[in-house]
Every structure is written in structure tokens, then in C-alpha cells.
T-cell receptor, first 113, second 113 residues
Framework: DTEVTQTPKHLVMGMTNKKSLKCEQH?????MYWYKQKAKKPPELMFV???????INESVPSRFSPECPNSSLLNLHLHALQPEDSALYLC????????????FGPGTRLTVT | AQRVTQPEKLLSVFKGAPVELKCNYS??????LFWYVQYSRQRLQLLLR??SRESIKGFTADLNKGETSFHLKKPFAQEEDSAMYYC???????????????FGQGTILTVHP
């Protein structure tokens, strides 16, 4: 398996809901990433996990809560989001955090109503 | 702080013409530069990384540290090259953002028949 998979593909949620995004890879990668991408804009890094430990948090609001239960799985828990949080959320992985290319998933299109 | 600049939002060429997508960066350390491509309805994927110095799909890019540039070039553009291209810089200088990938704003390349 040489792909990063993300579920769901689309998600619509209200501002009071709690939902989770899921990312999975079986390439033996030990670094995993969450990015946020607004329309016609580049991806912006949110979090980096290295060997299942949070390595980088780009000052993301606490309504986004990442979790890395094991080396193959990365979750992003969402709670009390705002409409401006609507975006494409991309997951990526790499063999290591340093000097390795990142492989991207197809993304989850999130709409907050 | 690191910055990646892609001065052209849109670039149009005819099939068979040479194409150059510009990328300039500012970074105090020794950078690692990448070009990523996103074809319509496909995931973001790595096209080139400067340390490998290889040619992919006829594209090449040379890191010019004096001019702090990493322009992407192809001598004869093809219609299937039409896509969004992102230049990206990975921080390698240590600190809290070690390994962070920063993207430029992207250039939409359209190759006309």
C-alpha cells in the first residue's frame, strides 16, 4: 500500500458538533502531518507528529485537537468550529520529519455551517 | 522567517513552447527546496527535490543560492502539464520548526494546444 488515505471525503458539520477526520498510511512512515488548504491557496501546516509524538503545533486553535494513536494512524478531532474553518484538510506522511519527501492524501473537504 | 515567492499566479503557454515557473525564497539557513504539482482532481504530489538533481516528466530545477531561486523549467511544454505548481521550502536549521514545509502561493500553468 503506497498511499495516504483520508476519511471522510466530505464533511458538513454545525458549529456545535464534534467530529473527527482520519488519516492512515501503511508505508512505514514515522512522521505525519495535518495541513489546511483554503480555495486557491497553498497548504498551511497545522501539526506534525514524529514517532507518534507531537513535534510541531503551528499555534492552531484548541478547537482542533490532533491525535496519533499509532504509527499508521492520525486523527484530527474537531469541536466548536467556526464557518471560517471550512477548508480542505490534507494529511501527509514521510519516512522522517527531516529530509524526506511528504506524501499527501486526497484531503477531506470540510464545511462548517 | 522563511518565505517562498512565486511571482506568477497564472502562466499560459502553447504546446511545444518552453516554460519557466519562477520561485524565489528567503531563508537564513541551508534550505531544501521542492516542487509539488496538483493536477485537476488529483492529490498534491512531489515533482522534484533539489538534492536529487533529477529530471521528472522533462522538468528540471536548479537551486541558485546566489539569487535565492529555484525556478522550474521545461523545454517543450505538453498539454498534460497543465496544473497548479507549488514551490516549497523545508527548514533544516533546527529550532521549533525543524522540518517544516512552507509553500509558495502557487502558479497555475495552462498549456494550450
Amino acid at each position: 500500500d503506497t498511499e495516504v488515505t483520508q476519511t471522510p471525503k466530505h464533511l458538513v458539520m454545525g458549529m456545535t458538533n464534534k467530529k473527527s477526520l482520519k488519516c492512515e498510511q501503511h508505508m512505514g512512515h514515522r512522521a505525519m502531518y495535518w495541513y489546511k488548504q483554503k480555495a486557491k491557496k497553498p497548504p498551511e501546516l497545522m501539526f506534525v507528529y514524529s514517532y507518534e509524538k507531537l513535534s510541531i503545533n503551528e499555534s492552531v486553535p484548541s478547537r482542533f485537537s490532533p491525535e496519533c494513536p499509532n504509527s499508521s494512524l492520525l486523527n484530527l478531532h474537531l469541536h466548536a468550529l467556526q464557518p471560517e474553518d471550512s477548508a480542505l484538510y490534507l494529511c501527509a506522511s514521510s519516512f522522517g520529519q527531516i529530509s524526506y519527501e511528504q506524501y499527501f492524501g486526497p484531503g477531506t473537504r470540510l464545511t462548517v455551517t | 522567517a522563511q518565505r517562498v515567492t512565486q511571482p506568477e499566479k497564472l502562466l499560459s503557454v502553447f504546446k511545444g513552447a518552453p516554460v519557466e515557473l519562477k520561485c524565489n525564497y528567503s531563508y537564513s539557513g541551508s534550505p531544501e527546496l521542492f516542487w509539488y504539482v496538483q493536477y485537476s482532481r488529483q492529490r498534491l504530489q512531489l515533482l522534484l527535490r533539489h538534492i536529487s538533481r533529477e529530471s521528472i516528466k522533462g522538468f528540471t530545477a536548479d537551486l541558485n543560492k546566489g539569487e535565492t531561486s529555484f525556478h522550474l523549467k521545461k523545454p517543450f511544454a505538453q498539454e498534460e502539464d497543465s496544473a497548479m505548481y507549488y514551490c516549497a521550502l523545508k527548514e533544516n536549521a533546527g529550532g521549533t520548526s525543524y522540518g517544516k514545509l512552507t509553500f509558495g502561493q502557487g502558479t497555475i500553468l495552462t498549456v494550450h494546444p
